[in-house]
């Protein structure tokens, strides 16, 4: 059993994780409280409060986490699978629908499924990351197909889109799809098993439906500057990131940039996460690194499956086997961001979030020696 701490609020929020620039900028603590802001992309504290216990410190994904008990509240089980998390299955997936698999970044499941969810009315409202490519993403609150389609694609920095999930609720919104990174996938499900927590905490029992997208890491604010020159003030249509580039899409034409350009505007708290696939998402979606028109699809939750399974029967998406000699391909990629992320810690690198048990490193331990 971990002992986390319950008795910190916005100051050592501000010290722990704001000042020393572990802040992952997931957003949910922005807009919970008038003292708390999103900036650009950047979470400041406006004013120090002066509570000494806050929600903000508890629900933020870089603050001490007990991993097991959210695998237990979101899974009803102990995980099995320490690469991948709790699963049921993993696929690969694509919209059928023409919008939504033409603007995606890749099959457009994500926004197929959001849409999906709206139509259906099992949430009233979807918090997505908006706004042209190229460009700072802004929180957008969708509650239509068309507002979904227009956030399609990947803005490929830390946007901390989750203020908007306070603000949806604000405006009178009772179940929201969230979209997002995994550290903003923690956060929400840090906040749905706080228990008791002190004061008002309105969107606690408002968020539905989880979609967690994969994220080995996000870039700097600044990288929008590279993009901009490199375009050469022409429209940027869509930005995407195959392994050894990043490539500009404008209508003349694309522009890769190498990923050496690219590195330096990795975000170092990044670095030491430890979750490249939303493990606590409903369902999670990335890329194949293989066919652009269809995405990884893994289905974690009971209730992602249902909805997988309703969306697939309809005629939304449909889903293939994960061919079997790229499943080693995925598995090697994650066990190895991990391990990056324990031998940092090993050698005395600070991730106070990742407070795990001696089991839990047990057992990542054990699958250091897999081979795959
Ligand atoms: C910062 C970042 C890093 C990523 N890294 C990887 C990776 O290493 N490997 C991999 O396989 N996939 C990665 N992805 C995921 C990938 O880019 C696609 O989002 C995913 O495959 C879904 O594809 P789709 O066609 O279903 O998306 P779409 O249908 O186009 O939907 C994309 C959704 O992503 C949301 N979104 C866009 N930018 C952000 C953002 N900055 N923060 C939160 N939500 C956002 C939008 O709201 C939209 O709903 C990353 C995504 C982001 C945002």
């Given at each position: 059993m971990i002992t986390l701490?319950?008795?910190?609020g916005s100051l050592e929020l501000k010290q722990e994780v704001m000042d020393s620039g572990v802040?992952?900028?997931?957003?949910?603590?922005?807009?919970?409280?008038?003292y708390i802001k999103a900036v650009g992309e950047r979470v400041a504290l406006?004013?120090?409060?002066?509570?000494?216990?806050?929600n903000c410190y508890r629900l933020?994904?870089?603050?001490?986490?007990d991993w097991e008990q959210i695998d237990r509240s979101v899974f009803n089980r102990e995980r099995?699978?320490?690469?991948?998390?709790?699963?049921l299955e993993i696929l690969f997936a694509r919209s059928l629908q023409d919008d939504a698999a033409e603007?995606?970044?890749?099959?457009?499941v994500v926004s197929a499924l959001a849409a999906y969810l709206l139509e259906q009315g099992r949430v009233s409202g979807a918090v997505l990351a908006g706004g042209p490519a190229g460009e700072t993403p802004q929180a957008v609150v969708a509650t239509s197909r068309g507002e979904v389609l227009a956030c399609a694609?990947?803005?490929?920095s830390a946007a901390?889109?989750?203020?908007a999930v306070h603000r949806a609720v604000k405006e009178g919104m009772d179940s929201l799809a969230v979209v997002g990174r995994p550290c903003q996938v923690l956060a929400l499900r840090k906040m749905q098993g706080l228990?008791?927590?002190?004061?008002?905490?309105?969107?606690?029992?408002?968020?539905?439906f989880i979609i967690g997208l994969f994220c080995f890491w996000s870039l700097e604010t600044e990288i929008y500057d590279l993009l901009s020159r490199r375009a050469g003030g022409q429209k940027i249509l869509k930005v995407d990131i195959p392994q050894d580039f990043l490539t500009i899409t404008t209508e003349s034409g694309s522009t890769n940039i190498p990923i050496e350009e690219v590195?330096?505007?990795?975000?170092?708290?990044c670095q030491l996460?430890?979750?490249?696939?939303?493990?606590?998402?409903?369902v999670s979606v990335g890329s194949?690194?293989?066919?652009?028109?269809w995405n990884t699809l893994i289905v974690r939750s009971t209730k992602g499956k249902e909805i997988v399974d309703a969306a697939r029967a309809e005629g939304i998406i449909e889903t293939k086997a994960y061919p079997d000699e790229r499943l080693p391909l995925l598995y090697q990629a994650v066990r190895n961001k991990k391990l990056r992320v324990l031998q940092a810690l090993e050698s005395g690198?600070?991730?106070?979030?990742?407070?795990?048990?001696d089991q839990y490193r047990e057992n990542l331990k054990r699958e250091r020696g897999m081979n795959l």
């Open positions: 701490d319950r008795t910190k802040c992952a900028r997931c957003g949910l603590c922005a807009e919970l409280c008038p406006v004013y120090p409060c002066g509570l000494e216990e806050g933020c994904p870089r603050t001490p986490t099995v699978d320490h690469v991948l998390g709790n699963h603007k995606g970044q890749y099959g457009g694609g990947s803005h490929y901390p889109t989750l203020s228990k008791d927590a002190p004061g008002y905490l309105p969107a606690k029992d408002k968020v539905e590195r330096p505007f990795i975000r170092p708290t996460c430890f979750d490249p696939t939303s493990e606590f998402a409903d194949t690194e293989y066919d652009p028109q690198q600070e991730a106070g979030y990742l407070r795990l048990t």
